[in-house]
């Protein structure tokens, strides 16, 4: 615990870990300078605190550190992707973590912790060593929240083995748009699906037994997934009866998890940045949902809003409109300075009041009492390999093996029998560890050109997995595939795109490319069997390779995904994974969603024109929905519908399910779509076995924003039926 200096008195009440933590921030706060109180809302880089104070990294300059953490007195510290400790093991992330921590303790006029923040996003992604989950987008394929729960749980132990208290994750954003270069960093197109697995995620990262206590950041609030032409950060034009009913939901649920912040979105909406926007801000977020938590800028947008939007004329009116909006706390990570004379100067100019400031100042140090940082600011460094190397693997193998979405199986091509004596591995993405984790791995962009990441890649795992007597061959080039193809049982042809991150990844035509085409293409050719196995971080158009016997989607599983794709191919594990995303037949229908609204359109692919629809899946067993019941036939508008739908094994082998719930109007004041999903679960059926599932279906996943095209009001459930669909079975209800 730091040392507490002569000027704050004997024993003061923040320094009593036994006093209310309201008491604690009130008695911190008093005591406070302005200049201190301001360096509580800026996020420096780490990178700034080492070699030449700039880019370089490398060791820590004492310079460095004293200006940031003692002269601007900066509350937090961030390591974005790759920016890491020289050498990058557990243990020395750790010591770099305790070593900034410790200077901001000892030094400090009041020896106030820093938090220190990174994206651990899929796993404890920036740590080389650390087991990596599946991305995202394949957990969102899983259907699963508990599983969802449990990975964030994992990589909140990982991440406060290395001495980090603060994760920016989970995305609860949706992706309806395959151009978009994070939509793999989301858990889908779907409102209520992505929203529960966040919540289970937030849940996870802020729950996790035996770890420091870490807070979750549900980002980018809000709207970030809509860009206006699929691009990164391109501003975005919505209705705000589209926002309220579609694109917020999900940072709501994540919300109402419990998260101890929110990370607001880089881009705009209607006009406005997110990070300028009051009615985000603290209309919705604190006024309507009740938020009390940190609200904390992406990267460098506050300076953003004066040099990129032009909404501001200089640096400090940019931080007034922003600190005015509801923001607490600026990730500038590379001007301290800038940061604490800007928010200093707009005091001064009346922009910005000192009653404002300590609002937010107020919750930053609340959060670092609820995270005991003054009572255990440091790790045990020594600790931290073993906590991290090669933690949950059997976690992450399991996440990986649910996440795998089996699209075509013609002719019972799988699982490979035994009796298959030669298969042929092709495709430059069966051996390819980095593309397989995708981006924010050990870098931002991915995992950095000669580092070696540990895992299982598609070819290994069916090395790993093929039976005695089963030859593997890898074709060591096209043309030696299509030759080896035509001796085989079956050919396993792994595609996919490479790895990037954030605008890098954009994609302009999201498809596969010509020269993956051209040999699937090729393979298809020979006669033979063929099973195609993609690696991606969004569903690819392919084109003429489309049609092979079996289509096995296995997203970014990370670095258990060989063992997992092979665990599905060899018929070890049933695959259980179902579309969370419209996978396109064709390039130029982005952005494609299934909630696509009715119209008077007639165009050729105009309507949710998919090759494989959402929630699309096959399993090796048989599966019947037998019917679905309400338990009353009509409800009034603020009843809960409480639904039974009745599943069935009819197969050979055990298996789950993911039983989904969607909703439909046969007339409504608005459009709605075709079918809405308003419940799901996942349930476990032994071959002949069946089991009657009990699903709930608040107010809140009917109601919509009523009124004309200018409808912004709350929103409310309609009166009228409602028709409730579990596969071909459905229930009406009618809402009085």
Same mark, same amino acid.
């Given at each position: 615990?730091?040392?507490?200096?002569?000027?704050?008195?004997?024993?003061?009440?923040?320094?009593?870990?036994?006093?209310?933590?309201?008491?604690?921030?009130?008695?911190?706060?008093?005591?406070?300078?302005?200049?201190?109180?301001?360096?509580?809302?800026?996020?420096?880089?780490?990178?700034?605190?080492?070699?030449?104070?700039?880019?370089?990294?490398?060791?820590?300059?004492?310079?460095?550190?004293?200006?940031?953490?003692?002269?601007?007195?900066?509350?937090?510290?961030?390591?974005?992707?790759?920016?890491?400790?020289?050498?990058?093991?557990?243990?020395?992330?750790?010591?770099?973590?305790?070593?900034?921590?410790?200077?901001?303790?000892?030094?400090?006029?009041?020896?106030?912790?820093?938090?220190?923040?990174?994206?651990?996003?899929?796993?404890?992604?920036?740590?080389?060593?650390?087991?990596?989950?599946?991305?995202?987008?394949?957990?969102?394929?899983?259907?699963?929240?508990?599983?969802?729960?449990?990975?964030?749980?994992?990589?909140?132990?990982?991440?406060?083995?290395?001495?980090?208290?603060?994760?920016?994750?989970?995305?609860?954003?949706?992706?309806?748009?395959?151009?978009?270069?994070?939509?793999?960093?989301?858990?889908?197109?779907?409102?209520?699906?992505?929203?529960?697995?966040?919540?289970?995620?937030?849940?996870?990262?802020?729950?996790?037994?035996?770890?420091?206590?870490?807070?979750?950041?549900?980002?980018?609030?809000?709207?970030?997934?809509?860009?206006?032409?699929?691009?990164?950060?391109?501003?975005?034009?919505? *209705?705000?009866?589209?926002?309220?009913?579609?694109?917020?939901?999900?940072?709501?649920?994540?919300?109402?998890?419990?998260?101890?912040?929110?990370?607001?979105?880089?881009?705009?909406?209607?006009?406005?940045?997110?990070?300028?926007?009051?009615?985000?801000?603290?209309?919705?977020?604190?006024?309507?949902?009740?938020?009390?938590?940190?609200?904390?800028?992406?990267?460098?947008?506050?300076?953003?809003?004066?040099?990129?939007?032009?909404?501001?004329?200089?640096?400090?009116?940019?931080?007034?409109?922003?600190?005015?909006?509801?923001?607490?706390?600026?990730?500038?990570?590379?001007?301290?300075?800038?940061? *604490?004379?800007?928010?200093?100067?707009?005091?001064?100019?009346?922009?910005?009041?000192?009653?404002?400031?300590?609002?937010?100042?107020?919750?930053?140090?609340?959060?670092?009492?609820?995270?005991?940082?003054?009572?255990?600011?440091?790790?045990?460094?020594?600790?931290?390999?073993?906590?991290?190397?090669?933690?949950?693997?059997?976690?992450?193998?399991?996440?990986?093996?649910?996440?795998?979405?089996?699209?075509?199986?013609?002719?019972?091509?799988?699982?490979?029998?035994?009796?298959?004596?030669?298969?042929?591995?092709?495709?430059?993405?069966?051996?390819?560890?980095?593309?397989?984790?995708?981006?924010?791995?050990?870098?931002?962009?991915?995992?950095?050109?000669?580092?070696?990441?540990?895992?299982?890649?598609?070819?290994?795992?069916?090395?790993?997995?093929?039976?005695?007597?089963?030859?593997?061959?890898?074709?060591?080039?096209?043309?030696?595939?299509?030759?080896?193809?035509?001796?085989?049982?079956?050919?396993?042809?792994?595609?996919?795109?490479?790895?990037?991150?954030?605008?890098?990844?954009?994609?302009?035509?999201?498809?596969?490319?010509?020269?993956?085409?051209?040999?699937?293409?090729?393979?298809?050719?020979?006669?033979?069997?063929?099973?195609?196995?993609?690696?991606?971080?969004?569903?690819?158009?392919?084109?003429?390779?489309?049609?092979?016997?079996?289509?096995?989607?296995?997203?970014?599983?990370?670095?258990?995904?060989?063992?997992?794709?092979?665990?599905?191919?060899?018929?070890?594990?049933?695959?259980?994974?179902?579309?969370?995303?419209?996978?396109?037949?064709?390039?130029?229908?982005?952005?494609?969603?299934?909630?696509?609204?009715?119209?008077?359109?007639?165009?050729?692919?105009?309507?949710?024109?998919?090759?494989?629809?959402?929630?699309?899946?096959? *399993?090796?067993?048989t599966f019947g929905f037998d019917s679905v019941t309400a338990r009353s036939a009509a409800v009034r508008t603020k009843d809960t519908v409480h639904l039974t739908v009745k599943v069935s094994n009819s197969g050979g082998r055990d298996g789950d399910l993911v039983v989904p719930v969607y909703v439909s109007q046969p007339s409504s004041a608005v459009l709605s779509p075709s079918r809405k999903l308003v419940a799901f679960t996942r349930v476990h059926l032994k071959a002949g076995q069946s089991k009657a599932v009990s699903l709930d279906v608040p107010p809140s996943r009917l109601a919509v924003t009523p009124g004309d095209v200018d409808g912004a009001g709350r929103q409310q459930v309609e009166r009228g039926d409602y028709v409730f669909a579990a596969g071909a079975r459905?229930?009406?209800?009618?809402?009085?």
């Amino acid at each position: 615990m730091a040392t507490v200096p002569a000027q704050a008195g004997d024993n003061p009440t923040y320094t009593n870990p036994k006093a209310p933590i309201d008491l604690r921030v009130s008695d911190l706060l008093k005591r406070m300078t302005l200049a201190e109180k301001i360096g509580q809302m800026d996020q420096i880089s780490v990178v700034n605190l080492q070699g030449d104070c700039q880019w370089s990294g490398g060791e820590f300059t004492e310079s460095c550190l004293k200006s940031v953490l003692v002269d601007n007195a900066a509350g937090s510290v961030l390591s974005g992707g790759g920016a890491g400790p020289t050498v990058n093991t557990p243990g020395n992330w750790a010591k770099m973590v305790n070593t900034v921590q410790k200077y901001a303790v000892d030094n400090s006029r009041l020896h106030i912790p820093i938090i220190y923040g990174v994206d651990a996003v899929h796993g404890h992604n920036n740590v080389l060593g650390a087991t990596i989950f599946p991305q995202e987008i394949g957990l969102g394929s899983t259907w699963d929240p508990a599983l969802v729960e449990d990975a964030g749980a994992s990589t909140a132990k990982a991440v406060a083995a290395t001495g980090i208290d603060w994760n920016f994750a989970p995305v609860a954003d949706i992706a309806r748009d395959q151009r978009w270069g994070r939509y793999y960093e989301t858990f889908g197109e779907d409102p209520l699906l992505a929203g529960t697995l966040a919540a289970a995620a937030v849940k996870g990262i802020q729950g996790a037994d035996g770890a420091k206590d870490v807070a979750a950041t549900v980002k980018h609030f809000g709207g970030y997934g809509e860009p206006g032409n699929g691009h990164d950060r391109v501003p975005g034009d919505v *209705s705000i009866r589209y926002l309220q009913d579609t694109l917020l939901p999900s940072y709501k649920q994540a919300v109402d998890a419990g998260a101890k912040s929110v990370m607001v979105n880089s881009g705009a909406v209607n006009g406005i940045p997110a990070t300028a926007s009051h009615y985000l801000l603290t209309d919705v977020l604190r006024g309507q949902w009740g938020f009390q938590g940190v609200e904390v800028s992406d990267w460098q947008d506050v300076r953003a809003l004066q040099t990129t939007y032009h909404i501001a004329a200089d640096y400090p009116e940019a931080i007034a409109k922003a600190v005015n909006a509801g923001l607490d706390m600026a990730m500038e990570p590379y001007d301290a300075q800038g940061w *604490s004379g800007g928010l200093k100067t707009a005091v001064q100019r009346g922009l910005v009041s000192v009653h404002r400031i300590d609002q937010s100042v107020a919750r930053i140090l609340k959060l670092k009492f609820q995270l005991g940082l003054f009572e255990h600011p440091y790790v045990d460094a020594a600790k931290a390999d073993g906590r991290v190397l090669g933690a949950d693997t059997g976690l992450a193998r399991q996440a990986a093996d649910e996440s795998q979405v089996l699209l075509r199986n013609d002719g019972n091509v799988l699982p490979i029998p035994a009796s298959a004596k030669k298969i042929v591995v092709a495709g430059s993405f069966a051996d390819d560890i980095d593309d397989q984790v995708g981006g924010w791995t050990v870098g931002w962009q991915g995992v950095p050109a000669g580092v070696t990441l540990p895992g299982t890649t598609v070819l290994q795992g069916i090395r790993k997995a093929a039976p005695s007597g089963t030859e593997v061959v890898r074709a060591t080039t096209d043309e030696d595939a299509v030759a080896q193809a035509r001796g085989a049982d079956l050919t396993v042809v792994v595609v996919g795109e490479k790895a990037a991150a954030e605008g890098a990844a954009d994609s302009p035509r999201p498809e596969l490319s010509a020269d993956q085409v051209a040999l699937v293409t090729s393979l298809k050719a020979t006669g033979r069997p063929v099973v195609t196995v993609v690696l991606a971080g969004r569903p690819l158009v392919l084109g003429d390779a489309d049609g092979t016997q079996g289509l096995l989607m296995s997203w970014l599983p990370g670095s258990e995904g060989g063992n997992a794709v092979a665990d599905v191919l060899f018929g070890k594990v049933d695959p259980s994974g179902r579309l969370n995303a419209s996978w396109p037949k064709d390039i130029g229908n982005e952005p494609l969603y299934y909630q696509q609204l009715p119209g008077t359109n007639s165009g050729t692919e105009s309507f949710v024109d998919a090759a494989y629809p959402f929630g699309a899946g096959l *399993s090796y067993t048989t599966f019947g929905f037998d019917s679905v019941t309400a338990r009353s036939a009509a409800v009034r508008t603020k009843d809960t519908v409480h639904l039974t739908v009745k599943v069935s094994n009819s197969g050979g082998r055990d298996g789950d399910l993911v039983v989904p719930v969607y909703v439909s109007q046969p007339s409504s004041a608005v459009l709605s779509p075709s079918r809405k999903l308003v419940a799901f679960t996942r349930v476990h059926l032994k071959a002949g076995q069946s089991k009657a599932v009990s699903l709930d279906v608040p107010p809140s996943r009917l109601a919509v924003t009523p009124g004309d095209v200018d409808g912004a009001g709350r929103q409310q459930v309609e009166r009228g039926d409602y028709v409730f669909a579990a596969g071909a079975r459905t229930a009406t209800v009618t809402v009085r």
